[in-house]
Nanobody, 114 residues
Framework: QVQVVESGGGLVQPGGSLRLSCEAS????????MGWYRRAPGKQREWVTT???????SYADSVKGRFTISRDTSKNAMYLQMNDLKPEDTAVYYC????????WGKGTLVNVSS
């Protein structure tokens, strides 16, 4: 059974940076992609970014140029570097892995506020 756990959220001022981490435990050899979603207060969950193991990353237009997704295969971990944060980036960020099934973390809160 695969579990994914996010960390790294917090309060940051507009224009600031945060790095989110996602660590995966367990084994599912079918996993070929990992990514991040977010849910802002009062809004539906939205896709942020995905990294395909064989073809690389893709990003939502709203974060392109500001967010960077990366993996560390030695640690079975994934990261989201978020720069130039804006108040509209405030949300709970969820890590997900796509394998035999979809695996979801419980989320980490990012609050961009002055």
């Amino acid at each position: 059974q695969v579990q994914v756990v996010e960390s790294g959220g917090g309060l940051v001022q507009p224009g600031g940076s945060l790095r989110l981490s996602c660590e995966a435990s367990g084994v599912d050899p079918a996993i070929r992609a990992m990514g991040w979603y977010r849910r802002a207060p009062g809004k539906q969950r939205e896709w942020v970014t995905t990294i395909m193991y064989e073809s690389g990353p893709s990003y939502a237009d709203s974060v392109k140029g500001r967010f960077t997704i990366s993996r560390d295969t030695s640690k079975n971990a994934m990261y989201l570097q978020m720069n130039d944060l804006k108040p509209e980036d405030t949300a709970v960020y969820y890590c997900t892995a796509a394998g035999a099934r979809a695996y979801w973390g419980k989320g980490t809160l990012v609050n961009v506020s002055s």
